[in-house]
């Protein structure tokens, strides 16, 4: 280990000294330990019996067997590991994450799962589903962590899974392999949901035994049963979805807006690396409905989609619309892009089978690519209403400035590259290959690579509607990848993962610093891990050195991430 390290790595700890306890899980400790460095403890369901707001969780490496459970009677479930210990707010959350260098690994195979039947009778051995980590808790961060194997028997069972949580942020979790959703965000209660997941992973997820059917219910990510008016925003920033028996990200259900940005949706559908074909998965990349109550208008935006076995961007049959922006769609066995929807009255009852939605309710398209060009329920919508024995086609709205509009015929000559692993490999575990959906960056961010970036002369470039985000040229291009501009500018989108002018912000969401000159007002400061220093006159920092100013308020050497609304500048201070 590098002196170099050991002297960033002392910085880092002493920084989170300030902010509260400090605890260590390893898999040699003991629950009977102090949870120092020295003696940690064993498991992060002792950890949760002693943290309070503020508190930090070190976890080291190595692989967690998982083999007992706890019972969550709140939710008649049982789990590997319960987090119920909550933090106070965005600027004093309760952080479990991995040591740094380190990779924790929680393995299910070995997990007791429950008997999995229709209906809990409210005991253990009765308990209808069984999760490795489940979270029912406010202002939790975990980061760094890996989730695998989680085993079934009647009902699917989720890697994560989230119960009438609020703000809690995943960053860098990776999980895969579950006999069910890599992660199940369940906001059923006031208040709920708030979430950010940012930089993760759900992949090769499949369900073979579910009682709904084969694949059916494995998503990659999926958000649901939030209530209209109730709670905050859910993001997903910089996530990938692959491989998945049923679809990549699914919000079925969730009546509370959802954004989905920079992310990816590649071969969900299929199973065992791409080779197997669950009878019952639908396969869908993103799927972003069905809203019954009018409260489900999403964002998805910047997003890619490719070689899944349906749609790469589905509406589902809703009843409301949702904004798209800047996506592309590529290679969908089905359609790129479906936007199917149908009508609903106030209390959720559907008043017709498949009808367009229309004026203020109707979806927004824009700057979209689909390649080839194969659409569903845009331009012209399939109307059907039994009781008025009404079956044809009427006119519906078709976006503006995408792919379809412009009658651009695009070819692999717009193309830097069709390329990828991604596109050609089955049988081998695609994060290991290098790629899009191969290993990350050293700070979790999305690999670099030509994959569906638009060449130099593309027909796509400069076709855009300007809708808010950086560009280069005369206008915004089309699709997900906007030539010219460079990977970390084009995070700068990322700053969404923002819930308030003072919540945390990851070292994985870097900004152009040529941008940071020309804004005004305040500055938040936070340390590598995210946590929230205090603040600076942004005005000030245009003026003096920045790493001055650091140096002036904190006192202290360090590398500080200075954030003024949507950009962010890494600072080094000697």
């Given amino acids: 280990m590098s002196k170099k390290f050991v002297y960033a790595l002392g910085i880092v700890l002493a920084a989170v000294q300030a902010f509260g306890a400090v605890y260590y899980v390893a898999t040699d400790g003991s629950d009977n330990n102090a949870g120092t460095k020295a003696k940690p403890f064993a498991s992060l369901n002792k950890a949760n019996k002693v943290v309070h707001a503020g508190d930090t969780v070190w976890v080291r490496g190595g692989i967690y067997d998982l083999n007992d459970t706890v019972f969550y009677a709140r939710y008649k479930m049982t789990a590997g590991i319960l987090l119920t210990a909550s933090g106070e707010s965005d600027d004093k959350r309760i952080h479990y994450l991995a040591y740094p260098g380190e990779r924790p690994i929680f393995d299910g195979a070995n997990l007791p799962v429950a008997a999995g039947t229709d209906h809990s009778d409210g005991t253990p051995e009765g308990a209808m589903y069984t999760s490795p980590i489940v979270i029912s808790a406010k202002y939790l961060h975990l980061k760094g962590f890996e989730v695998r194997n989680t085993p079934m028997k009647h009902n699917s069972n989720s890697g994560v899974f989230l119960y009438a949580s609020k703000h809690i942020f995943l960053e860098q979790i990776d999980s895969h ?49 939030q209530n209209p008016g109730e709670g905050d925003t859910t993001k997903f920033i910089g996530c990938r979805a692959w491989w998945n028996s049923d679809d990549g990200f699914d919000f079925i259900n969730q009546e509370f807006p959802v954004v989905l940005e920079n992310c990816y949706a590649m071969g969900n559908g299929y199973s065992d690396y791409g080779l197997g074909n669950p009878k019952n998965g639908n396969g869908h990349g993103i799927k972003m409905g069905e809203s019954t109550l009018g409260g489900g208008r999403h964002t998805i935006r910047f997003c890619a989609a490719w070689k899944n076995k349906a749609t790469g961007f589905y509406a589902n049959y809703t009843g409301v619309g949702s904004k798209w922006l800047n996506n592309t769609s590529y290679m969908n066995k089905d359609r790129e892009f479906a936007m199917a929807s149908t009508l609903f009255d106030s209390e959720g009852n559907r008043i017709a089978e498949v009808a367009p939605l229309t004026g203020d309710n109707a979806h927004v398209l824009k700057n979209n690519i689909a390649f080839p060009n194969k659409l569903s329920q845009i331009g012209t919508c399939w109307e059907k209403i039994s009781s008025q024995n009404i079956d044809h086609y009427v006119d519906c709205p078709a976006g503006e400035n995408n792919s379809w509009n412009l009658n651009l015929d695009l070819t692999e000559d717009d193309f830097v590259s069709l390329d990828d692993p991604s596109m050609t490999v089955t049988g081998k575990d695609l994060s290991t290959i290098p790629g899009i959906l191969g290993p990350r960056k050293a700070d979790g961010s999305l690999p670099d690579v030509d994959f569906l970036r638009l060449k130099k002369g593309s027909r796509a470039i400069d076709k855009g509607e300007n809708v808010g985000f950086p560009f280069v040229g005369k206008a915004p291009d089309l699709g997900a990848f906007e030539y010219g501009l460079s990977s970390s500018a084009v995070a700068a989108s990322s700053s969404s993962a923002n819930v308030s002018s003072s919540s945390s912000v990851s070292t994985s969401i870097v900004m152009r610093p040529g941008y940071f000159a020309k804004v005004f007002g305040m500055a938040a400061v936070f340390d590598l891990q995210g946590r929230y220093l205090g603040r600076l006159p942004a005005d000030l920092c245009r003026k003096k050195s920045i790493a001055d100013i650091l140096r002036t308020k904190f006192k202290a050497p360090g590398v500080y991430l200075v954030r003024y609304g949507r950009f962010l500048k890494r600072v080094s201070v000697k």
Avoid at 177 to 203: E, T, V
Avoid at 205 to 214: A, F, H, S, T
């Fill in 177 to 225: 392999h579950n006999a069910g959703p890599g992660f199940f965000a369940n906001d059923g209660a006031p208040d709920g949901g708030g979430h950010i997941f940012l930089n993760c992973d759900a992949h090769d997820n499949y369900d073979p035994l579910g009682w709904q059917g084969d694949g059916e219910n494995a998503d990659g990510f999926g958000a649901h049963y």
